[in-house]
């Protein structure tokens, strides 16, 4: 009894399956299994991969060192959304305001990555509207916070301004990665925009989330005769 009900009957019929060996000449029941797709094919196991186009390049390919560094910023970024979400579930705090933008802006980080692995190919278009949704979203944001300075340490802001500066750097790689395809003409510039622009919205969210946190913000001040690389 307790072995029933530890392991279901569709368990056990998955158990089965893979346990059964296939006999010379006997006909096996082909009705619908449970059987799980593998989650692997080899195929890349040489060094090579296919954009979504079907042209065969190696990994090192500049398509895929562009595809990967996308999909980096993309991960962090719904890392960010998915903590944040979780924390208001368990009342541990109030979601931010930008969580919803978040989501909006994986989803067009996806159509970027698509037009990268299209790239070898055709040309994909980035419609300038993406770019003007973050330049609103700054303007709107700006507004509540005081004028920036010209190097904000992410120590002070707290755990959420930090890891929205680190989505930051993530973003500028993405675009540096970006701008040999953009100089060869195969990939729209928009898309190099679109993240330029992208970086500057995640460093204005870092700000309002430390203000949210209300923790005041770590500013870097170089000497009389110095200068900083402005973030």
Not at 164 to 192: F, M, N, W, Y
């Amino acid at each position: 009894m307790v072995f029933r009900r530890v392991l279901q009957i569709p368990q056990l019929n998955l158990i089965r399956f893979y346990s059964q060996q296939k006999e010379p000449g006997k006909q096996h029941n082909t009705q619908k299994t449970d059987e799980i797709p593998e989650s692997f094919s080899r195929f890349g196991d040489n060094g090579t991969s296919k954009t979504i186009d079907g042209n065969l390049l190696p990994k090192n390919n500049q398509i895929f060192n562009a595809i990967g560094a996308t999909e980096e910023l993309l991960s962090f970024i719904g890392k960010i959304e998915l903590k944040h979400r979780l924390a208001k579930e368990h009342g541990h705090e109030t979601e931010q305001l930008y969580t919803d933008k978040l989501k909006r802006i994986q989803t067009v980080i996806i159509d970027i990555s698509t037009a990268i692995s299209r790239s070898g190919t055709s040309k994909s278009v980035i419609p300038p509207i993406y770019t003007k949704e973050l330049e609103d979203w700054i303007h709107e944001y700006s507004k509540q916070l005081p004028p920036p300075e010209q190097y904000v340490i992410p120590v002070r802001g707290g755990v959420a301004s930090a890891s929205l500066h680190v989505a930051r750097s993530i973003c500028r790689k993405a675009e540096r990665v970006l701008v040999p395809l953009v100089g060869q003409g195969s990939l729209d510039k928009e898309a190099q925009i679109y993240l330029n622009r992208l970086s500057d919205f995640l460093f204005t969210i870092a700000r309002i989330a430390a203000k949210h946190d209300q923790r005041s913000e770590s500013i870097y001040i170089p000497k009389p005769d110095e200068k900083v690389q402005a973030q």
